[in-house]
Nanobody, 121 residues
Framework: QVQLVESGGGSVQAGGSLTLSCAAS????????MGWFRQAPMKEREFVAS????????IYGTSVKGRFTVSRDNAKRTVYLRMNMLKPDDTAVYYC??????????????WGQGTQVTVSS
């Protein structure tokens, strides 16, 4: 079972940027589709973005498309989420996920422990 450890969360003002990182323990990291979900207080968990095993395919949730970019470095077993033009509505706990499959849509995820992102107005 892959273990995922997020970092890079914090507090930022609206309009600012943050980059989240997620390091994986799994040697076969490049067999996993990777992605991000988030959950805000009193809201359902929401898909943010995912990337295929080789980085060639990405998909994004509607609310972040055009502002967030997901990428990966298989040599470092790390996936990233670059978040630009942050809004207060982006405030949430962000979870890194991995799915052992060759596609891009996350179906059976392993979850990280989450990292808090807070955007102030």
């Amino acid at each position: 079972q892959v273990q995922l450890v997020e970092s890079g969360g914090g507090s930022v003002q609206a309009g600012g940027s943050l980059t989240l990182s997620c390091a994986a323990s799994e040697p076969s990291f490049d067999s996993y589709a990777m992605g991000w979900f988030r959950q805000a207080p009193m809201k359902e968990r929401e898909f943010v973005a995912s990337v295929s095993w080789d980085g060639s395919h990405t998909i994004y949730g509607t609310s972040v498309k055009g502002r967030f970019t997901v990428s990966r470095d298989n040599a470092k077993r790390t996936v990233y989420l670059r978040m630009n033009m942050l809004k207060p509505d982006d405030t949430a706990v962000y979870y890194c996920v991995g799915d052992l499959q060759s596609g891009v849509k996350i179906m059976r995820p392993y979850w990280g422990q989450g990292t808090q992102v807070t955007v102030s107005s």
